[in-house]
């Protein structure tokens, strides 16, 4: 392709084709099964999530072929894959073997797939942080496989970011250099709204600020400065909220800064963003905000509200090269600790 800029996608989840029956293994429900396979008139196939025999989300093939995702990629004119499970994979509320094992089993078919795909995908981890132990020691198991870090969600239970019972986990994290990237789930609030698919649109977003200022407030970015974490959506509502936030610490140090005397724009350029944002104004104010060497990009693929053509925005955008080169590729090589030889 002329003038084709090599391209990382950060941001997109995968699942395993088949999932055994979790459910009856542990003896208790909440996690996630896959109905059996439809295949449509026009060749191509889809199936269900359901959970607890509750229909979730209806995925398509690439949600689990590989071989979909590779031949998508070729077209979308996308070179790696960063892959991470669904969110509501997390199962941060199981019991902390059950946690364990469930994770176990995710990883082990993202790695094998990196494995058998060296070159067009890189996998991050899940953990079961509801017990950190644990999760430091599959994280330390996930480096080994090969993966190169891992996704967490934007709290664990009534822990946010910032508890001290996930510190040493973070400390794992930076001293394995395994790096992060946080994902919003279980949105605040959604028992106030019920329509209009709130919880994405306005729950996601608020999470994802939740989940950095719980970082930037509580001292683990000043106090692990090596860690490297990237955050989805743009970095949800934090970025326009910036100003109050910042008002916030300057006015009211007694409740902000407690923890932290540092002010939280200092932090803006030390951790990364994903691109997805829809707008190009939006993009063009991240840019300039945390800078272009800290955006990269991530398309959701392959959910509905993820950019459907990944990267589409960044190319269709009025930006020199060299910002463009940032945003699909430097920025993701950075975050991952990795060289674009390794994908050559
Ligand atoms: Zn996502």
Known sequence: MENHIFTIDIHTHILPEVIPDFANKFGY??????????????????????????????????????????????????????????????AYWAQANDGLEWSKFLNDHIAEICTNNPKYFVGLG?????????????????????????????????????????????????????SVFVHPWEMMGQEKMQKYWLPWLVGMPAETSLAICSMIFGGVFEKLPHLKVAFAHGGGSFPSTIGRIEHGYNCRPDLVAVDNPINPRNYLGKFWLDSLVHDEFTLKNLIELIGEEKIALGSDYPFPLGENIPGKLINKMRLSNEIKENLLHKSALDWLGLKKEYFL
Do not use: Y
Not at 57 to 77: D, M, T, V, Y
Not at 131 to 154: D, F, T
């Open 126 to 178: 899940t953990v079961p942080l509801q017990a950190p132990r644990l999760a430091i020691q599959e994280l330390e198991r996930c480096k080994k496989i090969g993966m190169r870090g891992v996704q967490i969600g934007s709290h664990v239970n009534d822990w946010n970011l910032n508890d001290e019972h996930l510190f040493d986990f973070f400390t794992a994290c930076q001293d394995l250099e395994m």
């Open 29 to 90: 429900g909440g996690f996630v099964s896959l109905d059996k396979k439809i295949h449509k008139p026009d060749g191509s196939c889809c199936a269900k999530m359901m959970i607890d025999g509750k229909f979730f989300r209806e995925i398509e093939e690439n949600c689990w072929s590989s071989k979909k995702r590779l031949e998508e990629c070729k077209n979308f004119g996308v070179d790696v894959q960063v892959l991470s499970t669904i969110p509501v994979m997390f």
